[in-house]
């Protein structure tokens, strides 16, 4: 890590007003507030202005960071909520609501507040169907996984149901789920225990090749549904006039 650069609010609040002096509200969230930054971390900037046309995303590096700023307006975050939330992975939300006041004209407390109370109410419940549809998806990359003798296949048929795994637990429990390092943190925020399981079951098959962990735990997160589904299970027919 730059032991010369600004420290992080230092650094946020300098790019605020030297680059948004006139917006109404600015936060700093990310890992650098959670306290979990690493060499390569980054600030992560929400700014509010109203002056903006559409909502739009800059990468750069100043003062020794490396910063990235989400600019939005006052309809731009309803709309980022609204997004975020319906794919289950509430980004946008989550910044707002852990993020560090760098500036504020006395809109910030409305907008976490509505931030809180999406996160607080989760994602929205998925239907049978859609339980159906997952429980398939999942028994097809199994079955993929256990009858392939092609290592370089199965790694990537792996990477498929890691993310389909979590995803599966997490949404059936009405959890937001994760993407890249975020699976594991939804996972451990949720239920830490299953997060353990499902990281020795995938690192044993990384480490040797040993599916059966997998197979274990795709089986265990599918039983309380029906388990595994394959036959009988059908998509769209009936649904065209």
Not at 8 to 37: M, N, W, Y
Not at 104 to 117: F, P, R
Request: one cysteine or more; proline letters at 2%; hydrophobic letters at 40%.
């Amino acid at each position: 890590m730059n032991r010369n650069r600004l420290q992080p609010v230092e650094a946020a609040k300098r790019f605020i007003t030297e680059h948004f002096a006139d917006c109404q509200a600015a936060l700093l969230a990310g890992s650098v507030i959670r306290g979990e930054e690493t060499a390569t971390s980054d600030l992560d900037i929400v700014v509010f202005d109203e002056k903006i046309e559409s909502a739009y995303r800059e990468s750069l590096i100043e003062y020794g960071w490396p910063i990235e700023v989400f600019v939005h307006n006052f309809t731009s975050y309803k709309v980022f909520f609204k997004e975020d939330c319906e794919r289950a992975r509430p980004s946008l939300p989550r910044m707002v609501s852990e993020g560090i006041i760098l500036f504020d004209s006395g809109v910030v407390s409305l907008i976490k507040e509505e931030a809180n109370e999406l996160l607080k109410k989760g994602p929205e419940v998925w239907s049978i169907k859609t339980i159906e549809m997952k429980r398939y998806m999942i028994t097809d990359a199994l079955d993929d996984l256990i009858g392939s003798t092609n290592r370089a296949e199965e790694i990537f048929i792996a990477n498929t149901l890691a993310d389909a795994i979590h995803e599966f637990f997490l949404r059936t429990n009405v959890q937001w789920i994760g993407a890249s390092k975020w699976i594991m943190r939804a996972l451990n925020q949720f239920d830490k225990n299953f997060a353990r399981t499902f990281v020795q079951a995938f690192d044993a098959f990384y480490k040797t090749g040993n599916k059966d962990a997998i197979i274990d735990l795709a089986d265990e997160v599918l039983k309380p549904y029906g388990g595994r589904l394959f036959e009988g299970y059908s998509m769209g027919k009936g649904d065209r006039i």
